[in-house]
């Protein structure tokens, strides 16, 4: 199969303009005596995998040659991945043709991985030399992960700048001097060729694998500053906006990979810093709203100081970019700043002093998608919410947004208000309006307000909840001819029991007394919502805080439910609650 592939591609022109009979093509895809062809041994493969490799990349067509530079970082770390094998299993790679004829012989057949490995680079170079743009572009497509096969990265170049346990800026990949020099030798001239090519279509694609090769030279300064950064420095300069808009994409990934962290490059660093401002000022919308995506890992990697000296200045304009995508993805790049997973390195001062400013004006945004952007990770910073008045005032002004994401977002973080601005500021200014939230027409938004009820009682303690939540919970329940509002209610109510936070007070007790109201209500929908939420606070060891209630209430109103109730659901959803309570 596989070498007729290679045959095929390899073969089209003249099957083209020949006059073959069709017995005659069967018969020589047979095996030129009519019988059937058979599939090959694994210990063909390796041979046939590099047969076809060689038609494809020799074909006339340009189509087969494409074709090749996708495939061959693949059949090359088959290749390593085949050395690997036999080193582990004793057997001697490669073989000539009488040791495969011997049976005692414990040499491998086919062709030795290294030699293999070594035509498979010569063919990638002639490829990348073709004299069509098209097979040349599809090299530069492929490069990065030729670099990374022939490296044997464990991860791509954008997974190891990324990992927090894998290997990075401090602790890079292992490369053996071998390797290193094929790198040095083979694979950096392709690089650089690629990278400066006269079509800006072939150095788009070439510039954006510069982060692989910076790994695959072990992230040695001393050679990518030589080797890769001149490169990069062209492609941030360089005339066509496709090409910085590329390697704006990539450019944490590469920043990461030059390995300029020590205080010896401290000039290279700061000029990666001043080429980075330059694209997020680029003339082309495209390039700054790509460039934006990589804010919170350059933050990460250059420190508070180089953030500030070379990034923070770029960020007011950004934040009033005509262009709403750009507005939205610097929205999303702020709150990546906030984010310890992402970026642990800037300082509250940091966000208060640049940050806030901003924060201010997304939210007064005329596009919801910039203020979601913004209030769907906001708590990332509410501890610092005491001190953002404005920011504050934006968010319970827009709990009357027609946008109902806007409203759901506001909804989740009035918790977290209470918790910046004290609990008599959430009773003084939230209340009402997280009442309000709960009846909203929109069930995601009343959804926000029940998955906020765990961080509230968290806040306040279970007996501010059990004297100002539940009372007028209850009065919404008992005055409401809404089946919907009475199952939010429910709803809210089985929270409140979230991780066990009210097990042990009396406030768990009247949580179920007024979940069993729901047991008996007319609609079974809310029947059913009470049912499930039983069950819910059984699985939160709810039980064991009140077991004398759950014996004298709970377990006969559950039982009722399965004998007498007219809904199959509901008597499922009794029966799974009771069979909890056993």
Known sequence: KVGGTGGEAGG??????????????????????????????????????????????????????VSAAGILPIVYRYF?????????????????????????????????????????????????????????????????????????????????????TGPNTANPPTITPDIRKVILDELVPIYQALGTDEQDSVRLLAVSASGSVGYALGVDPELTSELVFPVVRGGCQDLSWRVRNNLSKEFATVASSLGFTDAKYESQQVEVFRLFSSLLQDNEAEVRSVAVDSVARMAQLGGPDLFQAHITPALPSLAEDPVMEVRSKLAHAIMDCCDETTCAILTDRVVLQDFKPLLENFLIDEFAEVQLRVLTKLSRVSHLLARMDTVVGSILAMAKATNWRVRDAVSRLLPHLAEARGISFFEDHLLELWMKLLQDQVAEVRFGCISGMPKLLSVAGPEWVQKEILPPNLALYEGSSSYLTRITVLRSFAELVHDGGANGHSLLEEVLNLILKGLEDKVANVRMVAAQGLAKILAEGGKDAGEAIWDAKVQPALSARVTEDDDDDCKFFAQIALDACA
């Open 80 to 164: 390593t991945d085949l050395h690997n094998a036999q080193v582990a299993a004793g057997i001697h790679p490669g073989a000539d043709a009488d040791d495969d004829a011997d049976p005692s012989s414990t040499a491998a057949p086919g062709p030795k991985p290294s030699d293999a490995h070594r035509e498979l680079r010569a063919l990638y170079k002639e490829l990348s030399q073709d004299e069509a743009p098209t097979v040349r572009r599809s090299a530069a497509r492929h490069l990065a992960a030729f670099v990374e096969s022939c490296a044997a990265l464990p991860r791509t170049a954008y997974e190891l700048s990324t990992s927090p």
């Open 12 to 65: 089209v022109g003249g099957g083209a303009g020949g006059g073959d009979e069709p017995d005659a093509i069967m018969a020589d895809a047979d095996g030129g005596d009519g019988s059937s062809s058979q599939q090959p041994s694994h210990t063909q493969t390796p041979t046939l995998l590099l047969a076809m490799a060689k038609r494809l990349s020799g074909a006339d067509w340009f189509t087969a040659k």
